[in-house]
């Protein structure tokens, strides 16, 4: 097991990896050849219609939102905005937006962001989107049909918007979403999927289902000098093994590596100077759904967390490559709590509370889960012997990558195990066990709790971090006792990439998704990226 002190050494050896590969001048030009390792296939061209991390991937290079994330910093900063003010309440800002082009040579203007919101969080849609756009003033009232439009959503002038939020909290950390993009309100909407219109730094020259897409640089981008590539291919490749063979003959020039590889990768004298390691703010967990009716006793939740032994899991299945979880927020969070235990290894606890709650024998339940080595069917089965020695039968039911949130989010299942994000933000995130936040936004699990509820409600409109950070330590314990998820780790994310690579960030959000616009590659690199 790692100790916080590991953790935090972990998290420095990711940013100065980083910065070793982005040391020297940038140069333009060259074709670089990235990887999509989360399936064979994307779900869709249009981001918001999908959940899919896979693509998300793609959408980076496509699409553009307000804000944006900024790895190195930690924290969302302005995009498509050139600047912003904040009223005196401190709950409406008015953005001035940047000179900026769509692909098709649309301008963007005040009305695509206006549009672009509204359909987003339209009901009628159901796009995963609309969770970022709870804290906009109106969006209750515009989904439960009260209202035609989102009221917080005002107009000043063509490059002026306005934007009125419930709550004091920073609004970058939902806006900067890029399942929230800007979107022009005069493209054909049923063309998003095949014929994505956005505002970044590459734009779709061809996707070949079930092997890659191929895009182009986009000359008319916003930001001056980006990007430096000329071209950008994002093969699908979600077997590790091809992904390995690949990298190893100069086929792709990054790999994301699962326990396996991060163990032979680091032994091995040609690779092991060439990886990136961060960790992310990302929660792996068992979501228990309270349709079960054992589910609905938390002493059957907290039996589950005492009878699984995930520091066993994490050293002999994950090799080491995550961080065993306390509870829901990771360790990097500035409302995590520093002196909270993880739920130990305790499986007589398990069966006293099993007793206590009725459930001595006869619980059963499926996990719904992926074939993903590090959250998904390898981990069921490594819990179902465990969780047969107190009682609890356990079976898998599998399906593909891009099936699982769909039973999620229309509520077909009985427990799955997932890894969802968890910060940076804790607010953000924590808000996903609000009881007024929907199933389909991301309360999965349907968790509903008076006294949860108070503190989101009291830290949402708490002005000073400091105090805003000490109620949701509160609130994080108060999740870890009330157990709506066996919590299992903290994902620690490996990428490998070739020597002539070079822009590379820390992405703790997901090191999978770069900022393409500021990766190049260096005259070391064949023939074949020139």
């Not at 991937?57 to 994330?69: C, D």
């Not at 086929?251 to 040609?270: H, K, R």
């Not at 509820?453 to 994080?476: C, F, H, M, V, Y």
């Amino acid at each position: 097991m790692l100790t916080r002190l590991g953790l935090t050494a972990a998290l420095m050896l990711g940013m100065a990896t980083a910065t070793l590969a982005q040391d020297a001048t940038p140069k333009d030009g060259g074709r670089f050849v990235y990887v999509a390792p989360y399936g064979s296939s994307i779900t869709s061209l249009d981001i918001t219609a999908t959940p899919h991390t896979q693509d998300e991937i793609v959408a980076k290079a496509i699409n553009r939102s307000l804000y944006k994330w900024n790895p190195e910093s930690g924290k969302p900063e302005l995009a498509l905005a050139e600047s912003v003010e904040k009223s005196a309440d401190g709950k409406t800002y008015t953005y001035k937006l940047r000179d900026a082009t769509f692909h098709n040579g649309d301008k963007l203007d005040a009305d695509d962001v206006i549009w672009s919101y509204n359909r987003l969080a339209d009901p009628k849609k159901a796009l995963p989107g609309a969770e970022q756009m709870l804290q906009i003033a109106g969006v209750a009232e515009f989904q439960a049909g009260k209202a035609d439009h989102i009221s917080g959503l005002k107009k000043i002038d063509d490059k002026t918007v306005q934007i009125t939020f419930i709550n004091l909290a920073e609004p970058g950390w939902n806006l900067m979403s890029n399942f929230a993009p800007i979107y022009s309100k005069d493209y054909p909407e049923d063309q998003l999927a095949s014929k994505p219109n956005g505002l970044g730094p590459f734009k779709l020259a061809n996707y070949v289902p079930g092997s890659k897409v191929e895009l182009v640089k986009f000359d008319d981008y916003y930001e001056e000098g980006k990007p430096h590539l000329d071209k950008l291919a994002i093969m699908l490749m979600g077997e590790a093994s091809a992904r390995d063979i690949a990298f190893r003959n100069g086929e792709i020039d990054v790999n994301v590596l699962g326990p396996v590889q991060y163990e032979a990768y680091g032994q091995d004298p040609a690779l092991k100077d060439h990886i990136l390691e961060v960790a992310e703010v990302y929660t792996r967990n068992i979501g228990f759904n309270p349709k079960v009716e054992a589910f609905k006793d938390k002493r059957v939740r907290q039996a589950i967390n005492y009878a699984i032994n995930k520091d066993l899991i994490v050293e002999k299945l994950l090799k080491n490559k995550a961080y065993p979880a306390v509870s829901w927020l990771p360790i990097s969070s500035p409302a995590f709590d520093k002196s909270a235990k993880p739920y130990p290894y305790d499986p007589e606890k398990a069966k006293e509370l099993l007793k206590e709650a009725g459930f001595e024998t006869g619980l059963k339940f499926s996990v719904t889960a992926t074939s993903n080595e590090s959250w998904g069917v390898p981990i069921v089965e490594a819990i179902i012997p465990m969780l047969a020695k107190v009682g609890i039968k356990v079976t898998t039911d599998p399906v593909e990558s891009s099936v699982l949130s769909d039973k999620i989010l229309s509520d077909n299942f009985e427990a799955f195990i997932w890894s969802n994000s968890s910060g940076p933000d804790p607010l953000k995130y924590l808000t996903c066990f609000y009881s007024k936040t929907p199933q389909t936004a991301c309360n999965y699990v349907k968790f509903s709790n008076a006294d949860f509820d108070k503190l989101i409600e009291q830290a949402g409109n708490e002005t000073d971090p400091a105090k805003q950070n000490e109620i949701l330590k509160e609130a994080n314990n108060l999740l870890q006792e009330e157990a709506p998820i066996w919590f299992f780790n903290y994902n620690k994310a490996v990428m490998a990439y070739q020597p002539w690579v070079h822009g590379l960030k820390p992405n703790a959000m997901e090191l999978a998704i770069q900022d393409y616009e500021d990766i190049w590659i260096d005259a070391s690199a064949p023939a074949s990226r020139k």
